[in-house]
């Protein structure tokens, strides 16, 4: 499989995209191999959507996947432009906003490049379920502060790094209860909060909210709540 990156783009593990490009053909199957990313996905649009106005803002999903969050928020009336590495999951993602006729950009790049040609273009940006997946997860976060708008809004989930994740996470949600294919996650890449909030420091962004993302499988759906060992959500604004 091919990325089509620029050739300065190396922030990617292709491990990683293959892994997931494996996946595409069933990422819109809400009892597929990602039910568990269909079950966070009203939580995720839910504390993006109570933070920032997605009526006619200009949104940027990077690591979009298959579309899931991207399509959402196109619901909620956002102009989204959505970016992934992975081929396939473009390609899926394209195919399905043909089926439900919701209007994304859906483009095969890095964002640091997409920084390069749109500094300061977005209202908000969102990156959900990616940082624990790439090698350098402090120049995703600098690439996505500079394509916001002075005020606009960074939006981030991933894993905390503690035994409570490594429990639930992994050997839970991949070995025993098999929501996730095994090998999604490894428990080296988890981020504490504290790492992330110095790497949005050093981006120029200020930490407004850390919130906790709650699966609870026995109802098949997420909530936002205090909690945030495991799961974790973040949103951070560029100073006007």
């Keep these: 499989m091919t990325t089509q990156t620029q050739s300065h783009d190396t922030n990617f593990n292709q491990a990683e995209l293959d892994k ?43 690591g979009c996947g298959g579309g899931l969050l991207s399509e959402a928020l196109g619901q909620e009336g956002a102009h989204v432009t959505a ?25 095969l790049q890095s964002v640091e490049s997409l920084a390069v040609e749109k500094a300061g273009h977005f ?14 997860p402090a120049a995703i976060i600098q690439a996505c502060a500079t394509l916001l708008k002075p005020g606009g809004r960074l939006f981030l989930s991933t894993l905390n790094r503690t035994p409570a994740a490594f429990a639930l996470a992994i050997v839970g949600a991949e070995y025993v209860a098999r929501l996730l294919p095994k090998g999604t996650h490894q428990y080296r890449d988890f981020i504490k909060p504290s790492e992330l909030a110095a790497w949005l420091r050093d981006a120029g962004l200020q930490l407004e909210d850390v919130s906790g993302l709650m699966y609870e499988p026995w109802r098949n759906a997420a909530r936002v709540t205090r909690r945030t060992d495991v799961n974790y959500l973040a949103c951070a604004v560029k100073p006007a």
């Design 123 to 136: 209202d908000a940006v969102t990156c959900m379920e990616m940082l624990e997946h790439v090698p350098d």
């Design 83 to 107: 970016i992934d590495l992975s081929p396939e999951l473009v390609k899926v993602a394209r195919l399905h906003g043909l089926e439900s006729g919701v209007k994304v950009d859906y483009r």
């Design 20 to 62: 997931f490009g494996a996946l595409a053909n069933r990422w819109w199957d809400p009892d597929g191999p990602q039910k568990a990313l269909h079950a966070l996905n009203p939580a995720r649009l839910g504390y993006v959507a109570e933070r920032t106005t997605l009526r006619n803002a200009d949104v940027l999903d990077v």
